[in-house]
Structures are given as structure tokens and as C-alpha cells.
């Protein structure tokens, strides 16, 4: 079975098994490492990409649901203004310490902006509650996201 997958505007054949994990298929078939697999539960979020705008988790996710659906990850996420804004809201922030969850955090601050470009601490809590940061640098991301908001 072959699946058409439009990833970062570019349209893939994809020949993996249907039920594979959509992070595999982006990480060993179409070598787009920015995506991590953390826990493999859908439980820490370093794993999400933006599908149709909305921040996803792909590690459990079968591959077949992702068939024509616009998806985006971290490699992809610069191509808009909202995204470089995200992405330099979180350098300037020294967002990331280890950097293994922030580009589950960057998309998902992407989703919840493109959204709701004024969030209140609510909704940004809301919107990163599936995302855990083993380092705590999570002020540190509250704080870009806030600063992503105000530009």
C-alpha cells in the first residue's frame, strides 16, 4: 500500500506498513530526524507535528491516518512568520536546555498561537500540558511562548 503523505509542502510515497507509528516513517523513511520519540506513549510530547495546523502526537499515531493531510514538523516549522517568530522567541528565551522536547514545544506553540494569537497563561498551560521538560526549563517556555504572542 502506497500513502501520499505532504510533509513541510512536499508530497512523499510512503510504502512503510499502514499501522507504523507516523514518527517512524518521518524519522527512518523520509529521514526527518527533528521529530524525537520520547516515552512512545503519546505521554511526553516530543514527538508532535502540526497536522491540518493542529499539533499532533505522532508516535503512536498510524501512519494511514496521515494519507493527504498536510503535515508539518520542526524541519518545516520556519517557513512561516509565525514560526520563525516561535523559533526566536525560544532562543532569545533560553527556552531549550537540553533540547530534546523543544520541538514538540515549538510546534505546539506554533498550533496554539496560529489559534489563538493572544493567549492568557490558561491557555498556554492548556495547550503544553501534554509536553514534559525533564530539564524544568519550562518557565523558560512559558516565557516564549508569551513573547511569541506579543510580536
Not at 76 to 101: D, H, M, N, P
Amino acid at each position: 500500500m502506497t500513502l501520499s503523505l505532504t510533509i513541510n509542502g512536499k508530497t512523499h510515497q510512503v510504502t512503510s506498513e499502514p499501522d507504523t507509528p507516523l514518527i517512524y516513517v518521518l524519522r527512518n523513511e523520509l529521514w526527518l530526524k527533528g521529530t524525537k520519540l520520547g516515552c512512545g506513549l503519546e505521554q511526553c510530547g516530543a514527538c508532535a507535528v502540526l497536522v491540518d495546523g493542529k499539533a499532533v502526537l505522532s508516535c503512536v499515531s498510524a501512519v494511514e491516518a496521515f494519507d493527504r493531510k498536510e503535515i508539518t514538523t520542526i524541519e518545516g516549522i520556519a517557513s512561516t512568520e509565525l514560526g520563525r517568530r516561535v523559533q526566536g522567541a525560544f532562543v532569545e528565551t533560553s527556552a531549550a536546555q537540553c533540547g530534546y522536547c523543544t520541538a514538540g514545544l515549538v510546534v505546539a506553540t506554533a498550533a496554539l498561537l496560529s489559534h489563538n494569537p493572544k493567549p492568557n497563561k490558561v491557555d498556554i498551560t492548556e495547550a503544553l500540558t501534554p509536553h514534559l521538560c525533564r530539564c524544568g526549563s519550562h518557565p523558560r517556555v512559558l516565557r516564549a511562548v508569551k513573547r511569541a504572542s506579543e510580536r
